[in-house]
């Protein structure tokens, strides 16, 4: 075992602030990676302040992060696709039994003996898992990513959630060329759902409660946006969208979307809000819409989705801060105000 830097919350009100935590020593399956960048997702911030305390409580300290490009430093006897030097990535999973249904399909994510990369059960060190925010982490080489290397390791960081996530359901959904695609919610996950959508070949329409996030959203590929909070601006879309990603993270009126769906249209929740929503069934049954979940996607999904970026040199439009700032991050992300990703240079835990 060893110690490695971190910044971890003591509770749902403190600040996170600099620690030290244990990791294992490489097993023969494992790789050991020195992160160089992680992204700071708004799941982050809801464990971190305890609000989905009915699914997921948060265990204190809680060190967050799942969006992490690093360089392998060390790897067990039985490793094979990874070497010391090579530019690794781990997403919000870190283990799973590898055996069940799930698994088999490729959908880890839907593992009953799945574990996330932070604030789960440890089965190595017991407590709990300890995520990104810190200068290292021993990761089952399944559960380790390749990035291409004509990405920027600080703008392809946030892929491993706030890519997988967007990528997945539209992929499922069949996003593209002929289509009317929606994304609500101009943040992390939201502006990598416009440059999906687009590079897809989907006509893409973004709801945004930010008028000032216009001319941005029309830069990442956006064809059209609209101000959801004009009633009328909304109402010229009704019955029209064929396909709604909502990454919102706060409260919000989804019956508002509902409408906007044509005859067997779908609204798919990737955002997870502290509070359950009110759902008008009238506004699925005429239009015979539906509304879905998605959670994140399978390690094979994912590395296709990296696969891609690498192909259309896509990544995410990053604000870099040295974990110092992670604070002050936080309270930014609350309010809409990143663009559109906070990535955190983990070179700046060194002088901790
Ligand atoms: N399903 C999954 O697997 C998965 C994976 C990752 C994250 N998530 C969840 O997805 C959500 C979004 O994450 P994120 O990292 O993209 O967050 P984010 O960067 O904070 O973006 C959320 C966006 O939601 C909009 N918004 C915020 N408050 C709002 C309000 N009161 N009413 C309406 N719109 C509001 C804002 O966009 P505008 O300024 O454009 O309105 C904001 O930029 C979070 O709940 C997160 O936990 C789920
Ligand atoms: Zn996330
Ligand atoms: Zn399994």
Redesign the pocket.
């Known amino acids: 075992m060893y110690k490695a830097k971190a910044y971890a919350a003591g509770s749902a009100s403190s600040p996170l602030a600099s620690t030290t935590v244990t990791r294992r020593d490489p097993t023969e399956r494992d790789v050991q990676i020195e992160i160089l960048f992680c992204g700071?997702?708004?799941?982050d911030?809801?464990q971190v302040r305890n609000e989905w305390s009915n699914v997921m409580p948060t265990v204190y300290p809680c060190v967050p992060g799942h969006e992490i490009v690093g360089r392998v430093t060390r790897v067990g006897s039985a490793v094979t696709g990874f070497k010391p030097g090579d530019l690794a990535a781990v997403g919000?999973m870190v283990d799973s039994d590898r055996t069940c249904s799930e698994c088999q399909a490729g959908l880890e994510?839907f593992c009953p003996n799945l574990t996330l990369t932070y604030n789960f059960p440890d089965k190595h060190l017991g407590g709990v898992t300890y995520g990104g925010y810190s200068d290292g982490i021993v990761v089952d080489e399944h559960f380790v990513l390749r990035v291409p290397s004509n990405l920027d390791p600080a703008g392809a960081a946030p892929l491993l959630?706030?890519g997988i996530?967007t990528y997945s359901p539209m992929r499922r959904r069949g996003v593209g060329k002929g289509k009317k695609v929606g994304v609500?919610?101009?943040?992390?996950?939201?502006?990598m759902a416009v440059k999906f959508a687009h590079a897809f070949g989907a006509r893409v329409v973004?709801?945004?409660?930010?008028p000032n996030?216009k001319e941005d959203?029309l830069r990442l590929g956006a064809d059209e946006v609209v101000v959801?909070r004009n009633a009328d601006e909304m109402q010229r879309h009704a019955g029209s969208v064929d396909f709604i990603l909502d990454?919102?993270?706060?409260?919000?009126d989804i019956n508002a979307y509902i409408q906007l769906l044509r005859r067997d249209g779908n609204i798919t929740?990737?955002?997870?809000?502290e509070k359950p929503f009110a759902v008008a069934g009238f506004g699925l049954l005429f239009g015979r819409r539906s509304l879905s979940?998605?959670?994140?996607g399978g390690i094979p999904e994912t590395q296709e989705m990296l696969d891609f970026c690498g192909a259309n040199n896509i990544t995410a439009d990053v604000e870099v801060i040295p974990i110092q700032k992670v604070n002050e991050a936080y309270e930014r992300?609350?309010n809409?105000d990143?663009k559109?990703?906070f990535s955190i240079d983990m070179a700046s835990l060194k002088s901790e």
Request: include cysteine; proline fraction near 2%.
């Open positions: 700071i997702c708004h799941s911030l809801h919000c994510q959630c706030a996530t609500v919610g101009l943040g992390g996950l939201g502006h973004v709801f945004t409660t930010s996030k959203a959801s990454a919102v993270s706060a409260d919000h929740l990737v955002g997870a809000p979940g998605s959670l994140i992300l609350l809409a990143v559109y990703r």
